[in-house]
């Protein structure tokens, strides 16, 4: 399985991203939207999406985690993601 891990932060992303490859799991790791949205668009055409599953901080340089997700749906990407968040009220969160 391939992980994009989006995230900005190198201590949150090296957490993760160790731990991921301890479980045998393939992660690529990007740090701003633009950056996934450009690895994405390399799916060729009918042809299987590059990433199984999407990790995605909300809070990027760039393009934010939400703006990244909205457009790749919009794209007709049905990329499975979690969500990183900071964010720590209840409505932020949800």
């Given at each position: 399985m391939r992980i994009l891990l989006v995230e900005d932060d190198d201590k949150i992303a090296e957490f993760v991203q160790k731990g991921l490859k301890q479980a045998g799991f393939a992660v690529d790791r990007v740090v701003r939207g633009e950056e996934a949205d450009s690895l994405m668009q390399h799916t060729p055409t009918g042809g299987d999406p590059p990433y199984d599953v999407g990790i995605?901080?909300?809070m990027l340089?760039?393009?934010?985690g939400l703006s990244l997700?909205?457009?790749?749906?919009?794209?007709g990407y049905s990329l499975p993601v979690l969500i990183l968040s900071a964010k720590s009220s209840v409505?932020?969160?949800i």
């Open positions: 995605v901080d909300i340089p760039g393009m934010d997700i909205e457009k790749l749906r919009r794209e409505d932020e969160r």
